[in-house]
């Protein structure tokens, strides 16, 4: 039986183990939705269509955009010069900053089993028979990923 310390570090391990393939999947996808909305070409169809499964419009929107926060100060530091200097002052300060963090692995010639990762999975909500169909995929990325970046890994669980 695994003491309950070892048992916590071994979720951690297992759950940042699946989060790094989960994740590295949803950069993609928020990347190629842009792209794949681009293509879309509705110019002969009005700009609106309606199929049998699916439809799409393009609609243009006049919107007001906020100043970005450089220009910003750019143009507060022309209209006042000396408090402007003063905000450029106080923006280059820097905040003391304290950090903890958690630093894990596995040990030598030591693995997590199936059942480590199945569980994090579950407590994520998946079903234990779909859990059990993406184990293999998952457990295949985070391998190859892993390979690339030989690191420790670590956590941050606190900041003062």
């Known amino acids: 039986m695994t003491e309950p310390l070892e048992r916590q570090i071994i979720e951690v391990i297992a759950t940042d183990r ?62 006042h010069p000396k408090y402007g200097s003063e905000l450029r002052g106080l923006i280059a300060e820097q905040r003391k900053l304290s950090e903890k963090h958690l630093y894990f692995g596995v040990n030598e010639g030591c693995r997590l089993t199936a059942d480590d990762y199945m569980g994090v999975m579950t407590d994520l909500g998946f ?13 295949d990325i985070s391998r190859n990923m892993s390979r690339k970046r030989d690191e420790e890994r670590s956590v941050l669980i606190g900041a003062v």
Do not use: C, W
Request: no cysteine; aromatic share 6%.
């Open 18 to 79: 699946i989060h790094i393939p989960i994740s590295s999947m949803e950069g993609k996808l928020k990347r190629k939705k842009p792209k794949l909305g681009k293509q879309v070409d509705l110019r002969d169809y009005d700009n609106n269509f309606q199929g049998d499964r699916v439809y799409a419009r393009v609609e243009e929107e006049d919107r007001m955009k906020a100043r970005g926060m450089k220009e910003a100060i750019d143009v507060f530091e022309v209209r």
């Open 127 to 139: 079903t234990e028979n779909t859990a059990q169909q993406l184990y293999p995929n998952l457990m």
